[in-house]
Nanobody, 121 residues
């Protein structure tokens, strides 16, 4: 069992930056990869980025690469999503999820409650 708690979502203006956090606890979290997803109203959930809690570098999808970066704090079992130059189309509920390392993306089986990011002037 892995518990995930996201935080950091809020209302921001276009062009602003925001950092989301995902704190993992529970089982052997070091054996998991944490990913960030988002779901805008009326749209499918989309994958953004992922990073293992220990070792390896992160991965960011091309469509947000250059604006979003993913990082971790091993000691705190926390993963961060740094989002820069936010646009209105980034408005969504952002979710953190966990899967066993080495498994495919379809194995994200643990999910946080989500945090709302709204980009509006």
């Amino acid at each position: 069992q892995v518990n995930l708690v996201e935080s950091g979502g809020r209302l921001v203006q276009p062009g602003d930056s925001l950092r989301l956090s995902c704190a993992a606890s529970g089982g052997a979290v070091s054996l998991y990869t944490l990913g960030w997803f988002r779901q805008a109203s009326g749209k499918e959930r989309e994958f953004l980025a992922a990073i293992a809690l220990t070792g390896g570098s992160g991965y960011v999808e091309d469509f947000v690469k250059g604006r979003f970066t993913i990082s971790r704090n091993n000691a705190m079992n926390t993963v961060f999503l740094q989002m820069n130059d936010l646009k209105s189309e980034d408005t969504a509920v952002y979710y953190c999820a966990a899967k066993p390392r080495g498994e495919s993306r379809s194995h994200y089986g643990y999910w946080g409650q989500g945090t709302q990011v709204t980009v509006s002037s």
